[in-house]
């Protein structure tokens, strides 16, 4: 099922209508109704909202097939699920089949001069590796120079915003909250 028709379904089920997810998660109604026509991909910070309002975890909204216990997902799989968003990002959500987790694993790519100059913020927590390339991450007034194999952890309600510094940068982020 589509990302945009699970999360229709799911505020239907509810009862609930657009205006009030869309209040609760701080946009407009017409940007959740683009999201659930497949007319625009959300941003992660997005998703997290919109997950956080329908009391459900972003692993819900991001695949259908559950499964416990361990999960191994090859880079090839995670290649061939990765969403490109209009924020100048692509991201490949990890570990999805497991909806029972304390945290959710992505795998980012971002590319220099596309990523939108906006802070964003969400509940929870978020711990960020570099893999390949490098950015600066700023979180409140303070600004990171991230390289491979540095790291950042952080309380994700503080206004976050990352830039490339290098054509491209490669990065795992991990999620937590108690809706992740």
Do not use: W
């Not at 499964?67 to 880079?75: I, S």
């Amino acid at each position: 099922m589509e990302l945009g028709t699970k999360i229709r379904k799911i505020r239907k089920e509810q009862r609930r209508s657009l205006e009030e997810i869309a209040i609760i998660c701080g946009f407009t109604k017409s940007l959740l109704s683009k999201i659930e026509n497949g007319k625009t991909v959300p941003p992660i910070g997005t998703l997290i909202k919109i997950a956080d309002a329908l009391g459900t975890k972003i692993s819900v909204l991001l695949d259908d097939h559950e499964q416990g216990g361990t999960v191994f997902t090859t880079k090839e799989a995670a290649m061939l699920k990765l969403v490109k968003t209009q924020k100048g990002y692509s991201f490949s959500a990890l570990a999805v089949e497991r909806q029972d987790k304390l945290m959710q694993p992505f795998y980012f790519v971002a590319k220099k001069g596309e990523t939108p100059k906006r802070t964003v913020s969400h509940i929870g927590e978020e711990f960020i590796y570099v893999l390949e390339g490098s950015m600066k991450y700023k979180v409140g007034s303070m600004e990171y120079t991230l390289n491979p194999g540095d790291s950042l952890y952080f309380d994700s309600v503080e206004d976050h915003l990352f830039t490339p510094i290098s054509d491209e940068v490669r990065y795992m982020s991990m999620f937590c909250s108690a809706q992740s």
